[in-house]
């Protein structure tokens, strides 16, 4: 098995059973190409379960969280079916390890993007309307040596 197929195992076992597992790359060794094809083969095995693509979502959108995070771009994930909560649907917490809460915006588009390179204008022609949401994100791996001052 691929050292990328074996960490979006773990890692999607540990989500699928609100497990934490240790960091898988406490060095930053794996590169961010490397990022993206375990969290598409984890994608894939929730595809392989049953779950259905259903958007992607963007992340360190602010250059601020970006400075905060020592990173120089946005980020992207892909989303299924079973990570949407309508509004006012229960969320059992025992289902996420370490649960947070942030506010996002939600883009709902009328019709698809694709390619390589989206602008702006075909992000604004796509989109239907943009809505309030919150985005419900868990941690699935804890630091294995905490830095000073961490606590659990």
């Not at 590169?31 to 379960?49: M, N």
């Not at 994930?77 to 025992?94: D, I, K």
């Amino acid at each position: 098995m691929s050292q990328i197929l074996e960490y979006a195992t773990l890692l999607d076992d540990a989500a699928r059973y609100a497990k934490a597992v240790g960091q898988i790359d406490p060095r930053g060794e794996l590169s961010l190409a490397d990022a993206y094809a375990i969290q598409s083969a984890s994608i894939q095995r929730r595809v392989e379960r049953g779950e259905h693509r259903v958007g992607v979502k963007m992340g360190f959108t602010s250059r601020a969280k970006m400075i905060q995070m020592g990173i120089d771009d946005g980020i992207w994930g892909r989303l299924s079916n079973q990570m949407q909560c309508e509004e006012g649907t229960p969320v059992a917490f025992s289902r996420f390890v370490h649960p947070r809460v942030e506010p996002e915006l939600a883009f709902v588009l009328k019709k698809r993007l694709s390619g390589t390179a989206v602008t702006v204008e075909q992000v604004l022609d796509a989109t239907d309307y943009v809505v309030p949401a919150l985005e419900l994100i868990a941690a699935r791996s804890f630091r294995v040596a905490p830095a000073a001052g961490y606590t659990r």
